[in-house]
Every structure is written in C-alpha cells, then in structure tokens.
C-alpha cells in the first residue's frame, strides 16, 4: 500500500510510519518531560497538602508517561496493523470482480 506525502510523492506504509513516528518523537518527548518535571516538586511535597498534592501529581505523571508510550509505540503499531488488514480485504475484493467480457459488434 502506498501513501500521498504531501499530493505530490507516494511511500510505502512502513516507511510513512517510520517517518510520522520520527517526525512526532521530539515535540512528544519534550512535552511530555516538561509537564512530568512540573509536577515533580508537588509529587515530592512533604508540608501542608501533600496528602492531596502527591496522589494528584502521582497520577498526572502516571497519565503522561503512559500516554506518551501509547503515542509513540502502540498507536503506530495500531495503525500498520489496520492498514494491513485493509489492504487484506482490499486485495480480496479485487480477487472476486470480474472483467466484463468485450462486446465485438
């Protein structure tokens, strides 16, 4: 299966996830680390409120580093799969039309 980059040049499916994975891995990363290391201090709290700052910020962390190994691992791994299984029953498809036979006049 091969994909439109940009209307203009088509690429095979794992070399247009390869490059959508690498493409997204820095903005991703640095996101992701700049919001966990905020809420670090607050995770780390031992005066007044941390009974409820320290779950908060346990989860928060928990949340973006979970999310972050589903956008850069499993979400690509998602989709070569689905369009794997598009391209199976694409091809299936193909196999059962059948070329009209010419009319000669």
């Known amino acids: 299966m091969l994909f439109k980059r940009r209307?203009?040049?088509?690429i095979p499916l794992e070399e247009a996830i390869e490059r959508g994975s690498l493409t997204r891995?820095?903005?991703?990363?640095m996101t992701a680390l700049v919001a966990s290391l905020g809420f670090v201090?607050?995770?780390l709290a031992t005066g007044t409120g941390a009974e409820v700052q320290k779950p908060l910020a346990t989860v928060v962390i928990?949340?973006?580093v979970s999310s972050t190994l589903l956008m850069l691992i499993v979400?690509?791994?998602l989709?070569?799969?689905w369009h794997r299984?598009?391209?199976v029953v694409t091809s299936a498809a193909a196999d059962r039309v059948t070329m009209p036979e010419?009319?000669?006049v």
């Open 85 to 87: 299984r598009e391209d």
């Open 75 to 77: 979400l690509p791994a």
């Open 41 to 43: 201090p607050m995770a």
């Open 102 to 104: 010419p009319v000669t």
């Open 62 to 64: 928990g949340g973006i």
């Open 7 to 10: 209307g203009k040049v088509c």
């Open 25 to 29: 891995l820095r903005p991703v990363l």
């Open 79 to 81: 989709y070569r799969l």
